[in-house]
């Protein structure tokens, strides 16, 4: 069973300050990383995707990939209080066929404290 | 680029009756397209796997003759929700993607609140 893990929160971080989001998956041969922002009520927005091992930054965010851990994470600098939402960890699913489907993972609430 | 559209964003039907979910790529084609289904304050679940042309792919669990999926062009997928009965009510969303998302991820529809009286 492939599996994508975070920590469900609530992570709770005052204005300014960064957010690490963690994220660790299963299955070695995965290839793409996705992060995703949901509001509450909304659909799932893609925010950040990252395929090689180190950081790739955009903005005031950073994902960072590490696959001989199996580790993907996200930084937010100076987070705002719009920066509040779930944000989910996806994982293309790597195999025969290659159906391309995305194994995500429970989300992390994060909250940003004014 | 990647913008998918999602129709209705809400729906409210009687027990007992059919709902019809539709959802467009408008600016490129998808060989696959994706449904998903949310309860409140919980996770993502997908349900089925939209192939272009072919029968849907369905996760374990999810009934296909209930949740009928039509795929019949490279643009358009639909979601049928046969005999809807309240517990069906939920936040229903579809996702596609070029290149099997490989490379550009998937992009989300802005989801169909189904409520079921």
């Not at chain 1, 975070?6 to 992570?11: D, E, F, I, R, Y």
């Not at chain 2, 296909?64 to 997928?77: E, G, Q, V």
Request: glycine residues 8%; charged residues 20%; aromatic residues 10%.
């Amino acid at each position: 069973q492939k599996e994508v893990e975070q920590n469900s929160g609530p992570l709770s971080v005052p204005e300014g300050a960064i957010a690490s989001l963690n994220c660790t998956y299963s299955d070695r041969g995965s290839q793409s990383f996705f992060w995703y922002r949901q509001y509450s009520g909304k659909s799932p927005e893609l925010i950040m995707s990252i395929y090689s091992n180190g950081d790739k930054e955009d903005g005031r965010f950073t994902a960072q990939l590490n696959k001989a851990s199996q580790y993907v994470s996200l930084l937010i600098r100076d987070s705002q209080p719009s920066d509040s939402a779930t944000y989910l960890c996806a994982v293309n699913e790597h195999g025969s066929g290659n159906t391309g489907k995305l194994i995500f993972g429970q989300g992390t609430t994060l909250q940003v404290k004014p | 680029g990647a913008v998918v559209s999602q129709h209705p964003s809400w729906v409210i039907c009687k027990s007992g009756t059919s709902v019809k979910i539709e959802c467009r790529s408008l600016d490129f084609q998808a060989t696959t397209m994706f449904w998903y289904r949310q309860f409140p304050k919980q996770s993502l679940m997908l349900m089925a796997t939209s192939n272009e042309g072919s029968k849907a792919t369905y996760e374990q669990g999810v009934e296909k003759d209930k949740f009928l999926i039509n795929h019949a062009s490279l643009t358009l997928s639909t979601l049928t929700v046969t005999s809807a009965h309240p517990e069906d009510s939920s936040f229903y969303i579809c996702s596609a993607g070029k290149d099997r998302g490989l490379l550009y991820g998937y992009t989300f529809g802005s989801g169909t609140r189904l409520t079921v009286v």
